[in-house]
Structures are given as structure tokens and as C-alpha cells.
Nanobody, 123 residues
């Protein structure tokens, strides 16, 4: 069954960095856009970044712009999320999912959701 698997998250101090990976199993990335999402306790899941693998274009939510970078490994079915200058408000469960061809503002357009990985930013 096609699915994503996120790498293990972790705990970091404010200002620290962490890189997450999202590996696709059972399908290729070539026909998909890949989005990263996060859900903080008591909040709705939000889309934070997306890469359109057909055009190699990226989008970011204002909350992470300038701090997070999404990228793709073209030799492997992996998408990364490099997170720098982490803040306590970045604490959340991070997950990835695919959309057909292009990034979408609607989470309903995404599929093959990973189970998510916890990132905690705390001193």
C-alpha cells in the first residue's frame, strides 16, 4: 500500500535546527507534489510547505518562511524539511502527504499521509 514514512523527529532547544525526511513507499514522486504539514496540540493541522516536483517550485507558510527549506532528493523517493531557527511555537506533529501534480491549498487534495513525527522545541 502506498504510503509515506517520516523520519524520527526529536527535541531541540530554541534556535536549534532539525531535518526531517519523508520517504515514499509504493509510488514515485514524479507525478506528485509533496506537502509538509504540522499539528500543534489543540490546533488544526496546517500546511507549512510544499514542493511541486514537476517544476521544482516550493511554497511556504508565512510562519516558517525564511527558516524552513523543503527539498527533494532526485536519486531517491525522499523529500526533506530543513528546519532552522526553531521556536517553541514550532512544536507539533509533522507529517507529509502527496497531491496530484501540483501543490494545493486544500488538505482534501492530499493522500498517502504519513503517520507523523513529533518535534518539540523547548529549553
Amino acid at each position: 500500500q502506498p504510503q509515506f514514512m517520516e523520519s524520527e523527529g526529536g527535541s531541540v532547544q530554541p534556535g536549534g535546527s532539525l531535518r526531517l525526511s519523508c520517504t515514499a513507499f509504493g509510488f514515485t514522486l514524479d507525478q506528485n507534489a509533496i506537502g509538509w504539514f504540522r499539528q500543534a496540540p489543540g490546533k488544526e493541522r496546517e500546511g507549512i510547505s510544499c514542493i511541486n516536483t514537476r517544476e521544482d517550485s516550493m511554497t511556504y507558510a508565512d510562519s516558517v518562511k525564511g527558516r524552513f527549506t523543503i527539498s527533494r532528493d532526485y536519486t531517491k523517493p525522499i523529500v526533506y524539511l530543513q528546519m532552522n531557527s526553531l521556536k517553541p511555537e514550532d512544536t507539533a506533529v509533522y507529517s507529509c502527504a502527496a497531491a496530484r501534480y501540483y501543490c494545493s491549498d486544500s488538505q482534501n487534495d492530499y493522500y498517502y499521509w504519513g503517520q507523523g513525527t513529533q518535534v518539540t522545541v523547548s529549553s
